[in-house]
């Protein structure tokens, strides 16, 4: 049974600091490309944070970029998201996402940790 379990959320000001973490277990981590998306509080859509593939290459989010730094640690099959300069519009779910390319249906969801930037 796949898992991806967050935690690291909380409620913070203005320009603080957060690190999240996302345990994964059932899945071959190393495998997968891991990704962070959110969702704002009353929003219908989950946008891309940061990804970060099988080989340590990132990917972010005009909004998050200088700010936000996704790292792996594939002997712990963890994910981590620092966030740091947090902003009130950072202010959402936070969800850890597995996908494995090339295998269709290989794509797995947390069930989200919640960050709150107050300013």
């Known amino acids: 049974q796949v898992q991806l379990v967050e935690s690291g959320g909380g409620s913070v000001q203005t320009g603080g600091s957060l690190r999240l973490s996302c345990a994964a277990s059932g899945i071959t981590f190393n495998a997968y490309i891991m990704g962070w998306y959110r969702q704002a509080p009353g929003g219908n859509q989950r946008e891309l944070v940061a990804?970060?593939?099988?080989?340590?290459?990132?990917n972010y989010a005009d909004a998050v970029k200088g700010r936000f730094t996704i790292s792996r640690d594939n002997a712990k099959n963890t994910v981590y998201l620092q966030m740091n300069s947090l902003k009130p519009e950072d202010t959402a779910v936070y969800y850890c996402n597995a996908n494995r390319p090339g295998y269709y249906g290989m794509n797995y969801w947390g069930k989200g940790t919640l960050v709150t930037v107050s300013s």
């Open positions: 990804t970060i593939t099988t080989s340590g290459n990132t």
